[in-house]
């Protein structure tokens, strides 16, 4: 599986973006999708996930209620919508993908794109 994340940018405060993932190489309706930041000097954190069938979504605690993951299955296409954006957020944003089950872990994706940089002014 191919992943090809772009939309990335720098953004003021309180501005929005939308991030976008191109799905080749596998079958998009078998596969949990997620998307994962890490700033300089952290670790690696989760943001969202989405089910296969794209019915149940996972979101992060410091993102619920300002940032939207949805998928098209026309496409292959997932999507990350990024309201009210802080800060923060400033981090290098990953799509990932694994067959089955969608997961908070890092470690349970087998497939990771190159990453997108988002950049959040104050």
């Known amino acids: 599986v191919m992943l090809v994340e772009s939309g990335g940018g720098l953004v003021q405060a309180g501005g929005s973006l939308r991030l976008s993932c191109a799905v080749s190489?596998?079958?998009?309706?078998?596969?949990?999708m997620a998307w994962f930041r890490q700033a300089p000097g952290k670790e690696r954190e989760f943001v969202v996930a989405?089910?296969?069938?794209?019915?149940?979504?996972y979101y992060a605690d410091s993102v619920k209620g300002r940032f939207t993951i949805s998928r098209d299955i026309v496409k292959n296409m997932v999507y990350l919508q990024m309201n009210s954006l802080k800060p923060e957020d400033t981090a290098v944003y990953s799509c990932?993908?694994?067959?089955?089950?969608?997961?908070?872990?890092?470690?349970?994706?087998?497939?990771w794109g190159q990453g997108t940089q988002v950049t959040v002014s104050s």
């Open positions: 989405i089910s296969w069938d794209g019915e149940r979504r």
């Open positions: 190489g596998g079958t998009f309706t078998h596969l949990a």
């Open positions: 990932v993908a694994r067959e089955g089950w969608y997961s908070g872990s890092s470690s349970l994706y087998d497939s």
